[in-house]
């Protein structure tokens, strides 16, 4: 019977998706929930730096898949390799951060294992003994419960902020890194990786912000974004928007936050001028801390703030810019 949680560690470069920390907290949780080992699995080439770092966690193993044709990402060559280490480590659950890696070469490998792969999840629960998964549906309106029927391993990708990376546990000694072997082709990459897509010059990973100032049509023109601008460079932020913004070229779609932009999951999330439509609120609400400045004390963005300033946002933010820059010296 399989057995064990397998993490997805997801790297580019030698660097390390910070998103994978919250699939290892999923993973942590639902292990001890179960009393399931937990593994965790790296890929590429030149990895050995994040598997220590990795292994600092409370883990039982760290396997690390290392071969020449995994050093760029390709979804043939991740796909092929992954199966393989799945075979070998025979996991009962393989967790993975819902990204646009993920998103890209995991449907690939649960149609090659004849398995289904529930992907964007925010949450599970358990119910007469059943584990359930719960995913959002019609933009975030809806809530849909997850029953997996198949034969494991049970393949999963949580949505970013669906856990809190900085909540993973810390082992008492150091996880054993094991290495695994796999067989890959050149001709079995059918795919060749080129420059990464950038939509800007100046392109951004918001899903990787600590700290975002998002604006919304109650910036009135785009010469007031100076203002927000001023105030993200102050706290040392990025900066976003709701779609109205980047629709009228305000600002470049990499910006964009929500059901058709990115998800996003930083520590403080400034909303300024932005009223909290579901398809925007889909992409943020799982941010630790949310500040929303409007004038209008019905908008929708109170509803999942945690603090809420009702005033006119011109007035509010060259004094609360000026404010950050005293404070930080």
Same mark, same amino acid.
């Given at each position: ?38 593994? *965790? #699995?790296? @890929? ?7 598997? +220590?770092?990795? !292994?600092?966690? /409370?883990?039982?193993? $760290? ?96 949505? *970013? #902020?669906? @856990? ?7 082992? +008492?000694?150091? !996880?054993?890194? /094991?290495?695994?072997? $796999? ?62 913004i980047c629709d009228s070229g305000w600002l470049p779609m990499d910006r964009q936050v929500g059901s058709s932009g990115q998800t996003v999951s930083p520590k403080l999330y400034l ?59």
């Amino acid at each position: 019977m399989p057995d064990g949680i397998f993490v997805f560690i997801e790297q580019r470069d030698g660097k390390m998706n910070r998103n994978s920390w919250e699939a290892l907290v999923a993973g942590q949780e639902l292990g001890q929930g179960l009393g399931l080992k937990v593994y *965790a #699995g790296v @890929f590429g080439k030149g990895i050995s730096s994040i598997a +220590e770092a990795v !292994a600092e966690k /409370k883990l039982d193993q $760290v396997f690390t898949v290392e071969h020449p044709l995994l050093e760029s990402y390709t979804p043939d060559g991740y796909a092929l390799a992954f199966q393989q280490a799945i075979q070998q480590v025979d996991p009962r659950f393989v967790l993975m951060s819902h990204t646009y890696e993920v998103r890209d070469f995991a449907p690939k490998l649960a149609a090659s294992m004849g398995r289904a792969l529930v992907g964007d999840v925010i949450a599970y629960c358990h119910e007469e003994g059943q584990l359930i998964f719960v995913r959002q549906v019609f933009q975030g309106k809806m809530n849909a419960d997850v029953k997996i029927e198949h034969d494991p391993p049970y393949l999963v990708s949580f949505q *970013a #902020g669906a @856990f809190r990376g900085d909540t993973v546990a810390a082992g +008492e000694s150091k !996880a054993a890194i /094991k290495p695994l072997s $796999v067989t890959l082709e050149p001709s079995q990459i059918r795919t060749k990786s080129l420059e990464v897509f950038r939509e800007a010059k100046q392109a951004v990973d918001l899903s990787q912000a600590e700290k975002i100032v998002a604006i919304g049509r109650g910036i009135k023109k785009v010469e007031n974004i100076e203002m927000a601008r001023a105030l993200a460079e102050a706290l040392g932020a990025e900066l976003a928007a709701s779609r109205p913004i980047c629709d009228s070229g305000w600002l470049p779609m990499d910006r964009q936050v929500g059901s058709s932009g990115q998800t996003v999951s930083p520590k403080l999330y400034l909303a300024i001028g932005i009223s909290g439509a579901t398809q925007h609120l889909v992409g943020m609400k799982s941010s630790r801390t949310i500040v929303a400045i409007n004038k209008d004390a019905d908008a929708p963005i109170f509803e999942v703030a945690d603090f809420g300033i009702v005033a006119d946002l011109f007035e509010i933010l060259p004094a609360l810019t000026e404010a950050v820059k005293a404070a930080r010296g």
